[in-house]
């Protein structure tokens, strides 16, 4: 959302300021008139107010700018914490599976009758007769 309100920002005042340069005259436009006019709308006021009015497209400008590259910053981030926690989500399946697979080979060993003693779950009693 803000990265859409950063770019209609930007364009607007990109738009404005290109509108600004192409219906200057040159030395022909000459602001003795006080008054000059960006898309039909007359402005009144000296070069210093046409200076002014520049600086504010342009501090526009550089807001729109800022909220494109803020939320493009975020995004990021939230990327790189998703690709982290699905790394580590991984490294678990893995430990887990691994686990898993020395679980059922222990078994496997406790279950054969001719096992070493000591590689099963469960050590395996000898089994003594009582008399």
């Not at 200057?24 to 006019?37: A, I, M, R």
């Not at 729109?64 to 678990?92: E, F, T, V, W």
């Amino acid at each position: 959302m803000i990265v859409i309100l950063g770019v209609v920002i930007l364009v607007a005042a990109v738009i404005l300021a290109t509108v600004g340069v192409l219906t200057n005259n040159g030395g022909t436009h000459v602001l003795t008139t006080d008054s000059f006019s960006v898309f039909g709308y007359h402005v009144t006021g000296s070069t210093g107010a046409l200076f002014l009015y520049g600086v504010a497209v342009g501090a526009v400008a550089m807001l729109g700018l800022a909220m494109i590259l803020a939320g493009a910053r975020r995004a990021s981030r939230r990327g790189s914490r998703a690709r982290q926690d699905l790394k580590q989500s991984n490294q678990r399946v893995e430990s887990l599976s691994q686990d898993r697979d020395d679980l059922i080979a222990q078994h496997a060993d406790a279950a054969t009758p001719d096992a070493p003693a000591g590689r099963g779950l469960f050590r395996r009693r000898s089994h003594h007769t009582v008399g």
